[in-house]
């Protein structure tokens, strides 16, 4: 199992795609594994290096003690591009992936060379919002949130013509460690990245799903209004659009990366 000690933790990694090839650097949403990326890995590793990996406290990645910050998981992913020898990349990132590919374009700019955000926020939520999640999760464990967290994800029609993808995420999220989620909430929590990311200058798609209640339409708007230069895209979907419209999103993101 390939792991690597990246910014303190062991993270669970996976490349795909020809060695040669430029690396494309993917981040996921909160609660979910790299497998969640699997519509688009085999386009995508066509003409890149895939570099997938499990988030702090998620999958087959270390869990360590919480809280945790926007800034550790940022840490953590330049930690693991410098474990394996990666300098540059393209980023594509969704939910809290997004979040971390904002932070990385603020902070890291030089590694940065085009930047997706998919169904993310600059800001998200509030603390009383979180810190009723946290406390259900540690409470009642995973499955205290995961029915509600399926219907923000994808749409009632999706949930009805497409069992099998859904009930690949739903296994995903029960079996995502409480307290690694938990830590992660609390990163989401304290994040305001709204001011910092007009200092982004790296090429930027924003994605939005038309029907996502958890960060919708108007999120995106704004990151891409605060994004010199930056260009939306709306699909059809939820907030796992990569799930939901993957043809589409699968096409939008490529043609954005091979400019």
């Known amino acids: 199992m390939p792991l690597v000690v990246a910014n303190g933790a062991r993270l669970f990694y996976r490349l795909d795609g020809p060695l040669e090839a430029p690396v494309l650097l993917l981040s996921n949403s909160l609660g979910t594994q790299l497998e969640m990326w699997d519509s688009q890995l085999p386009d995508f590793a066509a003409r890149f290096r895939v570099l997938r990996y499990d988030s702090r406290g998620h999958g087959r990645s270390e869990v360590l003690p919480g809280p945790y910050r926007i800034t550790d998981l940022g840490r953590d992913a330049l930690a693991l591009l410098d474990a394996l020898g990666v300098g540059g990349v393209r980023f594509c990132g969704l939910s809290m992936g997004g979040m971390v590919g904002m932070w990385l374009g603020t902070h890291a700019p030089e590694r940065i060379e085009r930047l997706v955000l998919c169904n993310t926020s600059a800001q998200i939520g509030t603390p009383e919002l979180w810190n009723s999640r946290i406390e259900l999760v540690r409470r009642g464990s995973m499955e205290a949130v995961t029915p509600a967290v399926l219907e923000r994800w994808f749409t009632s029609d999706f949930r009805s013509r497409a069992p099998q993808a859904v009930e690949k995420v739903r296994r995903m999220l029960l079996t995502t460690s409480p307290e690694g989620y938990a830590a992660c909430c609390a990163a989401l929590r304290d994040m305001d990245q709204r001011e910092a990311i007009a200092s982004i200058r790296a090429p930027t798609l924003v994605i939005a799903g038309a029907h996502d209640p958890a960060t919708p339409p108007t999120d995106a708007r704004a990151i891409a209004g605060r994004i010199p230069g930056a260009t939306l895209m709306e699909l059809e979907a939820a907030h796992l ?16 990366l091979n400019r």
């Open 241 to 256: 659009s990569n799930i939901e419209a993957a043809d589409q999103f699968t096409a939008t993101v490529l043609e954005f």
